[in-house]
């Protein structure tokens, strides 16, 4: 992709939205708002054209491994069922296989018809058509039990959500919008969304190393892959606070081994997985 876009976007702050799209295939895209705030070129988009009620706070981050996270606060605010979203910053052109996004998310309904809805949806023509890949509500949702006090969760109150994206391979640019549609119940979060090739099980055919792993996220097993070991003999797990919660010795194959990881010890959440040199990430989810 080549030149400057431009996206006429309705937000409350500007009425153009002119970026160079950031080319997904050269970072690992991560947010995980410890800064505080947004990453510059994310907007908002209320109802009725207004800024909207998206916010970073600071009383729980993801899996309790951290203190910041994104979140809309339904508890206090009544949408009446209207759509509240923020949009990334303009993204492409996407060249890798098996594109994913993943994040955290936590919800906890406050019961009878108090109830809400978290949407991710993409559009490729700057915001004048959407594609819905993500809608949860209610009870599926919900990663706590009902609760009329103003939620604030838990470390083992998340869950590890992934979204496969594979259909906008190809896309010069697109925008990911996170939407809460309020029905005036409790606060939704999310935090650690990471936009990348997906690293869980796919070969980097240009690499010389590597680490698959399925299924993710698992529930008490981890079946492992890994190449270019160049003698490896140890596989270590951390935890999100890179604390070593598990330690095994391997036997490779000249440079490869294969085998099977139990984790049926390990609480929810999002861990590294290391063998070697090499490194890749996985997730917890009962």
């Known amino acids: 992709m080549t030149g400057v876009q431009t996206c006429a976007l309705p937000i409350s702050t500007s009425t153009a939205f002119i970026s160079q799209a950031l080319p997904v295939d050269a970072l690992d895209y991560t947010e995980d708002f410890e800064s505080g705030g947004f990453r510059p070129g994310w907007t908002f988009h209320g109802p009725n054209g207004t800024g909207g009620n998206w916010a970073v706070r600071d009383d729980a981050g993801g899996f309790g491994s951290s203190t910041h996270a994104m979140a809309y606060d339904n508890f206090y605010t009544d949408l009446g069922g209207a759509r509240d979203a923020v949009w990334t910053e303009k993204l492409g052109p996407v060249d890798a296989q098996n594109l994913t996004l993943s994040f955290d998310v936590s919800y906890a309904q406050y019961g009878g018809q108090y109830s809400d809805t978290l949407a991710v949806r993409v559009s490729i023509d700057c915001g004048a058509t959407w594609t819905e890949v993500y809608v949860k509500g209610g009870d599926e949702l919900a990663t706590a039990p009902d609760t009329q006090d103003a939620f604030v969760p838990t470390a083992d109150q998340w869950r590890y959500e992934e979204v496969p994206l594979q259909q906008f391979l190809g896309q010069p640019e697109w925008i990911i919008a996170f939407e809460n549609r309020g029905h005036y119940g ?5 935090d650690n969304i990471n936009l990348a090739p997906l690293w869980f099980g796919v070969e980097d055919v240009g690499s010389s190393s590597g680490l698959n792993v399925y299924p993710n996220p698992a529930q008490d097993r981890l079946e492992v892959r890994a190449y270019g070991l160049n003698g490896a003999t140890t596989l270590r797990v951390l935890d999100a606070a890179g604390r070593e919660v598990l330690r095994s ?9 294969s085998g099977r990881v139990n984790v049926d010890g390990l609480s929810n959440g999002v861990y590294i997985l290391m063998v070697g040199g090499v490194t890749t990430r996985f997730a917890v989810q009962r």
């Open 186 to 190: 409790n606060v939704i979060r999310v």
């Open 249 to 257: 010795a391997i036997s490779t194959i000249g440079d490869r081994w």
